[in-house]
C-alpha cells in the first residue's frame, strides 16, 4: 500500500557507475601521476631532447602493443565468462609474449636508431625503453586482464599505474640530484620500476600463473582468435602515438617537444572515458550477444557521457590552455596556442575509445581494425600537406582529422552489422 507524501527511497547508482566511480578514483591517481612526471621529464629535458624521447617511446609503445599477440584481451575475455578459464590460457600467452617480444625487441633497435640520430640518444637509453615497453610492460598485462577479468577493475588499473607511480619518484629523485645525463638515469628507472611492479605481480598469493614448465604454443584456431585482438590492440594505440613519431621527423625537435607535451595533455585527461569503459567491458562481454535489449540501452547512454564530459574537457582547456605555459616553463613557448589546436581532437578522441572498446566487446575485433586502421591512413596522408602548409598547427589538425574520421566510422560501424547492437534504437523481439 502507498502513502500520498511518502519519501520515495533514492534510487541506488548501479554497478557500472560504482565500478566507474572506483575506477575514475585509480585512474584520477594515475592521471596525477602521469601529469607530475610529464612535468618534470619535460623540463629536465627540454623541448628538443623531450620531443626526441616522446617520438621513441612512442614507437616502444606501439610495437608493444603487439607483444602479447592479443592474447591478454583472449585472457580477459575468457575470464570475464568464467575465472576457471585462465588456467587454459595463461600457458600460451606467457609464451606468446615471450616470443614476440623478443622479436620485437630487436625490430626496435634496428629502427629506432635512425628515428633518434639527430637527437643523440645512447643505444643503451633505446634498450631500457624497448625491453620495458616490448617486454615488461606486455608481461605486466597479463595479471591486470586477468582481475580486470574478474571484476577487480581498481585492483587492474592499480597494477598498471604502479610503474607510473615509481617513475614519477624516479624522475623527482633525477630533478633533485641533476645527474649530468638525466635521460639515461631515467630510462634505467624506467625500466626498473616495471620489472619491480612485474615480480610484485607475480608473485600475488591470488596469482594464477603457471611455472614456465607448463607454458605451451597457441594452438591455430587460439592463433587465429588472438590475431584479431592484436591488430586492434595495435591499431587502437596508433593514434595515441603514432603521431608523436611522425612529429619527431616532421617537425623541428624543439616543435616536436612542444607539441608532444600538448598531446600527452589531452590524452591523460581522457581517463575518465576510458575508466568507463573498462567498468562496463565485463556486463559487455556478456550481456552483448545474450541480452542485446539491455546493452543497447547501455551503450545509449555510455555514447552520451562520453560526448557530454569530451566536450565540457574540451572548452575547460581552451579557456585554461595559458596556464600551461607556466607550468611547462618558459622553454615550451607556444604550448597554449598548441593545446588550443588539439582541443579540436578531444571529442572525437572520446568517442573513438567509445567505439573501440564496444565492437571488441560485441565479439567484433575487425570491425575495430577497420575503422582505425581508416583513422591511421588519415593521419598519415594528411599530416605531412598540413605540416607543409601550417607549420607546427599541422599535426594537431591531422590529429583531429585522423581521430573525427574514426571516431564517426566507428560509430556508424556499431550500428550496422545487426539492429539488434545499435546505441540508436531498442530491439524489439
Request: net charge neutral.
Given at each position: 500500500m502507498r502513502f500520498y507524501g511518502a519519501r520515495k527511497p533514492r534510487p541506488r547508482p548501479g554497478p557500472i557507475a560504482r565500478a566507474t566511480v572506483r575506477t575514475s578514483a585509480v585512474l584520477g591517481?594515475?592521471?596525477?601521476?602521469?601529469?607530475?612526471?610529464?612535468?618534470?621529464?619535460?623540463?629536465?629535458?627540454?623541448?628538443?631532447?623531450?620531443?626526441?624521447?616522446?617520438?621513441?617511446?612512442?614507437?616502444?609503445?606501439?610495437?608493444?602493443?603487439?607483444?602479447?599477440?592479443?592474447?591478454?584481451?583472449?585472457?580477459?575475455?575468457?575470464?570475464?565468462?568464467?575465472?576457471?578459464?585462465?588456467?587454459?590460457?595463461?600457458?600460451?600467452?606467457?609464451?606468446?609474449?615471450?616470443?614476440?617480444?623478443?622479436?620485437?625487441?630487436?625490430?626496435?633497435?634496428?629502427?629506432?636508431?635512425?628515428?633518434?640520430?639527430?637527437?643523440?640518444?645512447?643505444?643503451?637509453?633505446?634498450?631500457?625503453?624497448?625491453?620495458?615497453?616490448?617486454?615488461?610492460?606486455?608481461?605486466?598485462?597479463?595479471?591486470?586482464?586477468?582481475?580486470?577479468?574478474?571484476?577487480?577493475?581498481?585492483?587492474?588499473?592499480?597494477?598498471?599505474?604502479?610503474?607510473?607511480?615509481?617513475r614519477l619518484l624516479a624522475a623527482w629523485t633525477i630533478w633533485l640530484l641533476r645527474p649530468a645525463d638525466p635521460l639515461r638515469a631515467y630510462a634505467w628507472c624506467y625500466l626498473a620500476a616495471s620489472a619491480l611492479v612485474l615480480i610484485a605481480a607475480t608473485v600475488d598469493r591470488r596469482s594464477t600463473w603457471p611455472v614456465p614448465g607448463d607454458w605451451r604454443l597457441p594452438h591455430l584456431a587460439e592463433l587465429r582468435r588472438a590475431a584479431g585482438y592484436a591488430a586492434l590492440n595495435l591499431t587502437a594505440s596508433g593514434p595515441a602515438e603514432l603521431d608523436k613519431t611522425l612529429a619527431l621527423r616532421l617537425l623541428p625537435l624543439a616543435a616536436a617537444g612542444v607539441y608532444a607535451a600538448g598531446a600527452r595533455v589531452i590524452g591523460a585527461l581522457t581517463l575518465p572515458v576510458t575508466a568507463m569503459m573498462l567498468s562496463a567491458l565485463p556486463r559487455l562481454f556478456r550481456e552483448g550477444q545474450s541480452d542485446r535489449v539491455r546493452s543497447a540501452r547501455l551503450l545509449r547512454w555510455i555514447f552520451a557521457a562520453a560526448l557530454v564530459y569530451s566536450v565540457a574537457l574540451a572548452a575547460l582547456l581552451w579557456f585554461i590552455a595559458p596556464a600551461f605555459v607556466w607550468l611547462f616553463g618558459p622553454k615550451y613557448h607556444g604550448i597554449e596556442h598548441m593545446i588550443h589546436w588539439l582541443c579540436l581532437a578531444v571529442p572525437g578522441m572520446a568517442l573513438r575509445i567509445t567505439a573501440g572498446s564496444t565492437l571488441m566487446a560485441l565479439g567484433k575485433p575487425w570491425a575495430r581494425v577497420g575503422f582505425e586502421i581508416a583513422g591511421l591512413v588519415v593521419l598519415l596522408m594528411v599530416a605531412l600537406p598540413l605540416t607543409a602548409h601550417f607549420g607546427e598547427i599541422g599535426m594537431p589538425l591531422a590529429l583531429a582529422c585522423s581521430e573525427w574520421t574514426m571516431a564517426i566510422v566507428g560509430s556508424v560501424t556499431v550500428r550496422l552489422p545487426k539492429r539488434c547492437i545499435t546505441f540508436g534504437v531498442d530491439s524489439h523481439p
Open positions: 591517481l594515475r592521471l596525477a601521476v602521469q601529469a607530475g612526471t610529464l612535468l618534470l621529464v619535460a623540463r629536465l629535458l627540454g623541448p628538443q631532447q623531450f620531443g626526441a624521447f616522446a617520438g621513441v617511446a612512442a614507437l616502444a609503445v606501439m610495437l608493444g602493443t603487439l607483444s602479447t599477440f592479443g592474447t591478454h584481451l583472449v585472457l580477459l575475455a575468457e575470464v570475464s565468462r568464467d575465472p576457471a578459464r585462465s588456467a587454459s590460457v595463461l600457458p600460451f600467452a606467457l609464451s606468446t609474449t615471450g616470443f614476440c617480444g623478443g622479436a620485437l625487441l630487436a625490430l626496435y633497435l634496428l629502427i629506432a636508431p635512425a628515428l633518434s640520430h639527430e637527437a643523440g640518444i645512447s643505444t643503451d637509453v633505446l634498450i631500457a625503453l624497448g625491453t620495458t615497453e616490448l617486454l615488461l610492460q606486455p608481461l605486466l598485462s597479463l595479471p591486470a586482464m586477468e582481475h580486470q577479468g574478474r571484476g577487480r577493475i581498481a585492483t587492474s588499473q592499480a597494477i598498471l599505474s604502479l610503474p607510473l607511480i615509481l
